[in-house]
């Protein structure tokens, strides 16, 4: 099987040598996705605002593969603050419904150009 690299222009471009997702075998691997603006080239809004854009990024991309977010099996949401849990939990569980994909949410010690949020995400064909 070939890997295929999956883009959408709804999505910012990539920092980096990675790709918005890769789908393989009708799995879809979606990168670490964060809430840069595009004017400014670093994260804005809220912590909720943020969790909102991503996933919205995310439902794109997935959208890109021929996808959905119905169809996500897991997520990984890294936080800069545990203490904003409840608040990213409320956006997140209004991007899904059950079931509910596998999830791991954490604490990270820093994420890239000082976002509060980054999540990625496995899903199906």
């Known amino acids: 099987?070939?890997?295929?690299?999956?883009?959408?222009?709804?999505?910012?471009?990539?920092?980096?040598?990675?790709?918005?997702?890769?789908?393989?075998?009708?799995?879809?691997?979606?990168?670490?996705?964060?809430?840069?603006?595009?004017?400014?080239?670093?994260?804005?809004?809220?912590?909720?605002?943020?969790?909102?854009?991503?996933?919205?990024?995310?439902?794109?991309?997935?959208?890109?593969?021929?996808?959905?977010?119905?169809?996500?099996?897991?997520a990984t949401i890294f936080l800069d603050d545990v203490n904003d849990f409840a608040k990213v939990n409320a956006v997140y569980g209004k991007h899904f419904r059950e079931p509910y994909p596998a999830r791991i949410c954490v604490q990270a010690a820093k994420i890239p150009f000082g976002a509060l949020v980054e999540i990625d995400a496995v899903a199906h064909k």
Do not use: F, R
């Open 1 to 74: 099987m070939k890997k295929n690299q999956i883009h959408t222009d709804k999505a910012g471009k990539a920092v980096g040598p990675y790709s918005q997702a890769i789908e393989y075998n009708g799995i879809i691997y979606v990168s670490g996705v964060t809430a840069i603006d595009p004017q400014t080239g670093v994260p804005s809004g809220t912590v909720e605002e943020q969790a909102e854009k991503i996933l919205t990024i995310i439902e794109a991309i997935l959208e890109a593969a021929g996808s959905s977010m119905d169809n996500v099996l897991k």
